[in-house]
């Protein structure tokens, strides 16, 4: 699996300023390494847990004013590695490429010459601007393949630079188990989702198989991997969650603020009288 819990030893810098209260400058530290690829564990971080400083105090290295100490920290850490299976969402589509969105965070894109179009099951559609996928069985028509499809494509190849993570990937490496899963309108072989949903409902069927069961692997020493329920990891609220949680505060201030007002209203009514 592409998620992985990766227990490392960091050297840390910290300013002056953090002398009195170091681990804030820890938190400081590790939150500017969130989303971003890492080098020390070969991947982007997602989330850190169970911080603790190695040592009791810092030290100051001949003329730098910085403290520098060792931390252990745990990181969930999103690594694929080349010739992994990964689901994606279709997201954009031209003649020379498809790409997608995995697990609504990352990028990775196959090339065109990575889909399989000499043996007939995709085409380029210049008319409907989108890929089509020839399908067996009792299915007459081709089926569009374009934003809201979802797509299992293996990783050819891992571009890593300037903390950012590109993948491509490959339809023609592992043929047997890569392909189309579902269509934009959410239909495949027959089975077809909830109506009126579209991509979405493509996007949340994937995101439930997906998130079922996250293979961890604990890096410290020797190599042990577990599986744990999504819910058990400590994933930052998304953006999207957020956004919910401050709409509901607001509507919540606005019902106080109506209810302050009629209050003020009724007392001076009941002063005037």
Not at 82 to 100: C, I, Q, Y
Not at 158 to 178: C, E, Q, R, V, Y
Request: aromatic share 6%; proline share 5%.
């Amino acid at each position: 699996m592409a998620f992985k819990l990766i227990a490392i030893k960091l050297f840390i810098h910290l300013p002056p300023r953090f002398a009195s209260n170091p681990m804030d400058g820890v938190d400081q530290y590790l939150s500017r390494l969130l989303l971003r690829f890492v080098p020390e564990v070969d991947g982007i971080v997602l989330a850190y847990s169970d911080v603790r400083p190695e040592t009791s105090c810092g030290r100051i290295i001949n003329d730098s004013p910085h403290l520098h100490f060792y931390i252990r920290v745990r990181f969930t850490v999103f690594r694929p590695e080349r010739g992994n299976l990964l689901d994606g969402v279709v997201n954009k589509v031209s003649p020379d490429h498809m790409g997608l969105l995995i697990h609504g965070t990352f990028n990775a894109s196959i090339p065109a010459d990575q889909i399989p179009q000499e043996s007939g099951e995709f085409s380029w559609n210049e008319e409907s601007k989108c890929w089509k996928r020839k399908l067996d069985g009792n299915f007459t028509e081709d089926v569009d393949v374009g934003p809201g499809a979802v797509v299992r494509f293996s990783v050819s190849d891992l571009m890593k630079a300037n903390d950012m993570l590109t993948i491509s990937g490959s339809l023609l490496t592992d043929p047997s188990n890569t392909g189309l899963l579902l269509d934009g309108d959410g239909l495949l072989s027959g089975i077809k989702l909830m109506p009126s949903q579209g991509s979405s409902q493509s996007t949340e069927l994937l995101n439930t198989v997906l998130d079922k069961n996250l293979e961890l692997k604990i890096e410290n020493g020797d190599s042990e991997v577990t599986e744990m329920q999504s819910n058990e990891i400590d994933f930052k609220i998304s953006r999207k969650e957020k956004k919910k949680r401050k709409e509901k505060e607001e509507n919540g201030q606005a019902d106080n603020v109506s209810k302050n007002d009629s209050k003020k209203k009724k007392k001076k009514s009941e002063i005037s009288e």
